[in-house]
């Protein structure tokens, strides 16, 4: 009887027993390299206070997980995260409450995910230094990539788009790791269920995944079909099964989440604002150079303001900012010569999400985080189109004693380079904590005994969850007396099932500052019976419920 040897490494170990080995060592270093993400990002986040808007997608998720699945009487903003961030942070509450520590645990696994998932995306197919290279450079250009102040709040606090970067990662690891081997009839279909799952989440993912998908399937499905183009049109086309129906899977998952947003609507679940952004005058996004800079930001490379070591560290970052403009061009030169899948959705993604900024009214007032999804995605290419092999025409057997010096060289500079974004860091992470907007106003409501009131939205919901729940303030629109029914529950203006007896005004003039004005309260309301100041805060109270005087 004939025996076959066993494949052996040069070691003299089974090759097979090798992989297998490699593949357990790399489950405790992922969850340790997870644990230690998580813990830089939850402090790093607490250099950002909680405003409203992450107060009030904690009351959701609240609500969801306590009876209220559909979030029935909700309304979103623009991006209602419902599938996404919600449960997320509804699960959270289970384990931590409503208090404003939650949303900031919340936050950084929600980056550490984003982070994970970004360098196991550019590790890609290969293995040993390779893989290293490719996940040091991915790892350091979002590690220290949020900057303190706007780069903390788009990257790692903010409740919007970084969050639907995750599952979009997700998504291009399936298509990444079965792009390289046979295709899948279920690889589509997985796909669009996917992509209709985030799709309900985010409207965004309309630019970010549904279109960079489905154009980059169809020009590989229509050069695949060209290139054989001497046999019978239904022996091409089948020939690009797998094309084709990727790019039908992204236009499905438009079809798909439009039903279930409708069913959702049907069953009086959430209700989402349907705001759609415009496009600038001609006149206005050809000058509107600032909107580009907020890519600059992305990467934590904003140096405009600063002094010292946070000017040096931000000047440093422009080398992220300078890999990902290579990586791009490196993909739009071999756009189509074979390179995967992914790289090329990436590319497109990126484009197009930094040109629509550029030229939409979204770049108008709005901050970083409408393109923060840029940053992990274009982390993941830089690493893949720089130190992939499908970049590189040729390999040589050999290594010139130039070439080995370059690569040397090129080695040491990256270690410096990621030594001085960890210096970055960790000065980022020396800096104090800031406490949640309004903290010292949900002190003084609850000292005086104030339990249902209203405010201007940035004041809200922050002292509600401030407070945890013991202060209850409601949101009013800007220069309104009226419900403002935005990431808010219709069931908090019913005057039937609330007393609501005070107002605050804030008199500040820093960016959540100026919401009511006190004439129009007055006017509507009628003179209150007594009326506090406490630092910026003007506090209002009556002897009446407000819910029922202001509903409209």
């Known amino acids: 009887m004939q025996h076959t040897a066993a494949q052996t490494s040069p070691a003299g170990e089974p090759a097979t027993d090798r992989k297998t080995w490699r593949r357990w060592a790399a489950v405790p270093a992922i969850v340790v390299t997870a644990a230690a993400l998580f813990a830089v990002y939850l402090k790093l986040s607490g250099t950002s206070p909680m405003n409203s808007d992450s107060a009030n997608v904690l009351l959701m998720g609240w609500d969801m997980l306590h009876g209220n699945p559909l979030l029935h009487g909700w309304y979103a903003s623009d991006v209602s995260v419902y599938t996404t961030e919600v449960p997320q942070y509804g699960l959270l509450t289970l384990f931590l409450g409503v208090h404003p520590e939650t949303t900031h645990v919340a936050a950084a696994m929600t980056y550490t995910l984003a982070t994970l998932l970004a360098m196991l995306l550019a590790r890609g197919g290969t293995s040993g230094r390779s893989a290293l290279l ?139 604002d349907p705001y759609v952004f415009g496009l600038k005058p001609w006149n206005e996004w050809r000058n509107d150079i600032l909107a580009l800079w907020r890519v600059v930001q992305i990467y934590g490379a904003d140096y405009r303001g600063l002094t010292g070591a946070a000017f040096a560290f931000a000047v440093l970052h422009l080398v992220s900012v300078a890999l990902v403009c290579w990586a791009m061009l490196r993909v739009a030169r071999r756009f189509l010569s074979g390179i995967p899948l992914v790289d090329q959705v990436l590319a497109v993604a990126i484009g197009l999400n930094v040109v629509l900024y550029a030229i939409s009214d979204a770049s108008i007032g709005g901050g970083a985080h409408e393109i923060a999804i840029i940053a992990p995605f274009g982390a993941a290419l830089a690493a893949r ?48 904590a800031a406490p949640p907007d309004n903290a010292a106003l949900a002190s003084w409501l609850a000292a005086h005994h104030l339990k249902y009131g209203l405010a201007g939205y940035w004041q809200a919901s922050s002292v509600t969850v401030d407070s945890g729940g013991q202060v209850v303030v409601r949101a009013l629109p800007p220069h309104s007396t009226q419900p403002y029914l935005w990431l808010a529950k219709a069931s908090w203006y019913d005057p039937a099932s609330h007393w609501a007896n005070f107002i605050v005004i804030d008199t500040q003039t820093t960016r959540f500052a100026t919401w009511l004005p006190r004439a129009a309260i007055e006017k509507d309301a009628g003179p209150p019976a007594r009326t506090y100041r406490t630092g910026p805060y003007i506090i209002m109270i009556w002897d009446k419920n407000l819910l029922a005087s202001l509903a409209g």
């Open 385 to 432: 189109a720089l130190a992939g092999p499908a970049y590189r025409p040729g390999q040589r057997r050999t290594v010139s004693v130039s070439a080995f010096r370059l690569r040397l060289a090129g080695l040491a500079a990256g270690v410096l380079l990621l030594g001085g974004y960890l210096a970055g860091l960790g000065y980022e992470l020396t800096q104090p």
């Open 134 to 272: 490719r996940m040091a450079i991915t790892g350091g250009i979002l590690v220290a990539a949020p900057q303190l102040s706007a780069g903390v709040y788009a990257l790692v606090m903010v409740v919007d788009h970084i969050g639907t970067s995750v599952p979009l990662l997700i998504i291009w690891l399936l298509l990444d790791r079965f792009d390289r081997s046979a295709p899948h009839w279920w690889v589509p279909v997985l796909t669009m269920i996917l992509l209709t799952w985030v799709l309900i989440a985010d409207p965004v993912v309309l630019v970010m995944g549904v279109a960079p998908l489905a154009l980059v399937s169809g020009i590989r499905f229509i050069q695949g079909v060209w290139a054989r183009r001497g046999s019978r049109w239904t022996q091409r086309v089948r020939a690009q099964w797998y094309d084709l129906a990727l790019a039908c899977s992204a236009g499905a998952a438009v079809l798909w989440a439009r039903l279930a947003e409708r069913l959702l609507r049907a069953l009086g679940g959430i209700s989402v």
